[in-house]
């Protein structure tokens, strides 16, 4: 039904950026929000930042001032740029999306198959 394809992860150093984009696919009425959440090895998956339709966007405390969460509607893109990056940052991000597929449909979530970040001291 729908498809979420993420790219950008990798290796950086602390201190550097990077920008994280997902682009989404498929059958696709609306997309209510996108958004990205992190899971770091032995922790749970955790908000980095979500933008609704409206262009609203919360921001965890653990990257504000430090992230820019940004969409595109017309590629049904969202994208995540982080600056300054810390070796805590380290972690599997994935993308997601909350999409109503017809105009009869409800919400659904959609998610990411995930990609590495690494931020090395």
């Known amino acids: 039904q729908v498809q979420l394809v993420e790219s950008g992860g990798g290796l950086v150093q602390a201190g550097g950026s990077l920008r994280l984009s997902c682009a989404a696919s498929g059958s696709i009425f609306r997309i209510n929000a996108m958004g990205w959440y992190r899971q770091a090895p032995g922790k749970q998956r955790e908000l980095v930042a979500v933008?609704?339709?409206?262009?609203?966007?919360n921001y965890s405390n653990s990257v504000k001032g430090r992230a820019t969460i940004s969409r595109d509607n017309a590629k049904n893109t969202v994208y995540l740029q982080m600056n300054s990056l810390k070796p805590e940052d380290t972690a599997v991000y994935y993308c997601?999306?909350?999409?109503?597929?017809?105009?009869?449909?409800?919400?659904?979530?959609?998610w990411g198959q995930g990609t590495q970040v690494t931020v090395s001291s």
């Open positions: 997601n999306a909350r999409v109503v597929v017809t105009r009869w449909a409800y919400e659904d979530d959609y």
């Open positions: 933008i609704r339709s409206g262009n609203s966007t």
